[in-house]
């Protein structure tokens, strides 16, 4: 059974970095076509994609959010790591880490809670 | 970018049967995948590869994808499918997903 878990800040102040951490179990991030994404949720809002890395340690950036974004993993404590810089008001939302199914069609099997970061001084 | 197109609502009668639509250009070539998010609750896949449910997801969900639009299917729908519907496929031309807006399925 794949399991994921958010943790991070839950206020941050204007201009400072924000750092989630996701640590998961079920699965190993270094099998073959494996993934770690980070989605988030505006209060109210849709689904925003913000990051991923794969097994291989290929990541990806929302294009809208790369010069912000670093997404890192350490396989040995089954974690990723997801910061992001120059923190804004609205960048308070819901952070959710999902697996990404090793498929091509890139599904995300398996979420965790959501942690929600609020922006504010 | 590759952008997918969710009406924001629909709403259904119990027993009947909603259907939500994804729309993206040539979206019959790639594979669907559609999560249901009841409030204060984690995004659940509910429909993967355009059709295939996951284990645990009644029959009752079924998908379909073809041309520029996808279609998931909620027959007799139940008060506890009161939820927000998101699309997501994978543009493999910039490698990383890309969710549709989301649907709010109301049921009367």
């Known amino acids: 059974q794949i399991t994921l878990k958010e943790s991070g800040p839950t206020l941050v102040k204007p201009t400072q970095t924000l750092t989630l951490t996701c640590t998961f179990s079920g699965f190993s991030l270094s099998t073959s076509g494996v993934g770690v994404g980070w989605i988030r949720q505006p209060p109210g809002k849709a689904l925003e994609w913000l990051a991923l890395i794969y097994w291989d340690d290929v990541k990806r950036y929302s294009p809208s959010l790369k010069s912000r974004l670093t997404i890192t993993k350490d396989t040995s404590k089954n974690q990723v790591v997801l910061t992001m810089t120059n923190i804004d008001p609205v960048d308070t939302a819901t952070y959710y880490c999902a697996h990404r199914h090793y498929s091509y069609g890139g599904r995300f099997d398996s979420w965790g809670q959501g942690t929600l970061v609020t922006v504010s001084s | ?108």
């Open chain 2, 1 to 108: 970018s590759y952008v997918l197109t969710q009406p924001p609502s629909v709403s259904v009668a119990p027993g009947q049967t909603a259907r939500i639509t994804c729309g993206g250009n040539n979206i019959g070539s790639k594979s669907v995948h559609w999560y249901q998010q009841k409030p204060g609750q984690a995004p659940v896949l509910v429909v993967y590869d355009d059709s295939d449910r996951p284990s645990g997801i009644p029959e009752r969900f079924s998908g379909s994808n073809s041309g520029n639009t996808a279609t998931l299917t909620i027959s007799r729908v139940e008060a506890g499918d009161e939820a927000d519907y998101y699309c997501q496929v994978w543009d493999s031309s910039s490698d990383h997903p890309v969710f549709g807006g989301g649907t709010k399925v109301t049921v009367l």
